[in-house]
């Protein structure tokens, strides 16, 4: 069975167990997907479903994907995802709800983290920084020295450094499911998800347990 859908990060909340235990809890709206694709070995070399999900109007999808998805009498769906699977059970234009996980199951999300801009050594790689005395005023963020001089007179490729911080695709590996609300496309999953509140995730059966 297909154990996979795409959703949209609601935010965080918490949940009690039955012990009384507070429970942080990541929210996730997730489906209803659509199956717009099947993809077969002897046609396309693999085992796939591609996934459709977040109904749009039609002006904001091309004539191309406008044309896969009436192929098979769909609506116009913004996001499209595919998923490995050897399991031929679905066939283009079905359905596919938050009932095909089950509480206690362990899950990956995938996301895009939030975005940072430019970030320092500090706060990228966490750095210690400079001495914050004798002397030394403006070394205290600073990322020290950068490699050898005549040996090997360069610095090495993958240097930590400065640079673009985040907005990084990020798995989130074997979190727990615990709450599945098929009457309002509720998934709760134990702890956090990558990305902002609203931002498009991947949810799919965990690759580790």
């Known amino acids: 069975m297909l154990k996979g859908l795409i959703g949209k990060k609601i935010g965080m909340t918490q949940i009690f167990d039955e012990a009384g235990a507070a429970v942080p809890v990541t929210l996730i709206e997730a ?6 694709q099947v993809r077969l070995p002897e046609k396309e070399g693999y085992a796939a479903v591609q996934l459709g999900f977040g109904e749009v109007k039609p002006k904001r999808l091309t004539s191309g994907e406008l ?39 362990r ?63 990020v798995t989130a590996q074997s979190l727990k499911v615990v709450l599945v609300d098929a009457e309002r496309n509720l998934l709760g999953v134990h702890g956090a998800v990558p990305g902002p509140r609203g931002g498009l995730v991947t949810i799919r059966e965990a690759r580790k347990h």
Do not use: Q
Not at 108 to 134: E, M, Q
Not at 149 to 169: D, F, I, L, N, Q
């Open 31 to 36: 489906g209803p997907c659509y199956v717009t």
């Open 67 to 105: 044309g896969h998805l009436k192929k098979n009498e769909l609506p116009p769906l913004r996001f499209l995802r595919e998923f490995r699977t050897k399991d031929a059970e679905f066939k283009a234009g079905d359905k596919v709800t938050v009932e095909v996980f089950g509480v206690g199951e």
């Open 107 to 169: 899950v990956d999300v995938i996301g895009t983290s939030k975005g940072k801009g430019f970030a320092g050594v500090v706060k990228r790689y966490h750095f210690r920084g400079g001495p914050k005395s004798h002397g030394a005023s403006d070394r205290l963020r600073a990322p020290g020295s950068s490699s050898s001089t005549t040996t090997p007179g360069r610095v090495y490729k993958g240097s930590r450094r400065a640079g673009h911080m985040g907005h990084e695709r």
